[in-house]
């Protein structure tokens, strides 16, 4: 393992899998420069384009280095000290460090991660009519993409390559929408449609492990029977 030397000069450490995992989550696939917003995952690519950028630099002298008195190699190593951005913002934000000091970049983490919180809250509705009314879209749309891009016996490398970039940018984060929403709602579920969710919950925190973070690890459980119907007054699951 590298650490710091004697002289305190820092050497880079590797990102550990749950630094990554947590970057890519808080990024929500997209450049954290607020002026940019570049997909990470853009039509026509068939891998990402994201780069992990230290803003306290990961060796000593980096760019903002003199911000980063006293800060060890394994705190430049943690994802509050990294920010996810296309490669053309990083190459901006370490060619021109006196236009972009470690102030300014830990303000683009902050207001990502504001803005995928705001998307992502999920209200407190009143009725099953409202809440279905929320979550129909969100699994109509999942479906949708599915039903046009989803594995199937077709040996087509476009529709993969479409599958894997609409699972990463589309199907995450509706799920975690409607999640989020049934979390919040769980005491209009029957216990029938708990128990779905329950398995709902999993199905799309395996499928997420998945396509943005390759983690086959945990396998991949089916989208539960009777989701598409949760809150709807013609499903009788008790």
Not at 134 to 159: K, T
């Amino acid at each position: 393992m590298t650490r710091a030397t004697a002289a305190g000069e820092c050497k880079r450490l590797a990102l550990t899998v749950y630094t990554k995992q947590r970057l890519w989550s808080e990024s929500a696939g997209y450049c954290e420069n607020p002026a940019c917003h570049t997909p990470l995952f853009p039509d026509g690519v068939a891998s990402h384009i994201a780069e992990m950028a230290h803003i306290i630099p990961a060796t000593t002298g980096g760019p903002r280095g003199a911000d980063g008195a006293g800060v060890t190699a394994a705190e430049r190593a943690r994802p509050t000290n990294i920010v996810v951005l296309c490669a053309n913002c990083h190459t901006l934000v370490d060619k021109s460090p006196g236009d972009y000091p470690a102030a300014i970049l830990h303000g683009w983490k902050r207001h990502r991660i504001d803005d995928v919180s705001r998307a992502l809250s999920a209200a407190r509705v009143a009725t099953r009519e409202e809440l279905r009314e929320q979550l129909e879209p969100l699994l109509e749309a999942n479906a949708l993409i599915f039903q046009l891009y989803g594995p199937d016996d077709s040996l087509s490398e476009d529709r993969a390559e479409t599958w894997r970039r609409e699972a990463a940018q589309s199907i995450v984060p509706a799920n975690s929408k409607v999640a989020a929403l049934l979390r919040q709602n769980r005491h209009l579920l029957t216990p029938g449609e708990q128990s779905i969710t329950d398995q709902f919950f999993l199905h799309a925190d395996q499928f997420m492990r998945r396509h943005l973070f390759g983690d086959s690890t945990l396998g991949m459980t089916k989208f539960p029977k009777g989701m598409d119907k949760i809150g709807s007054d013609a499903d009788d699951l008790e």
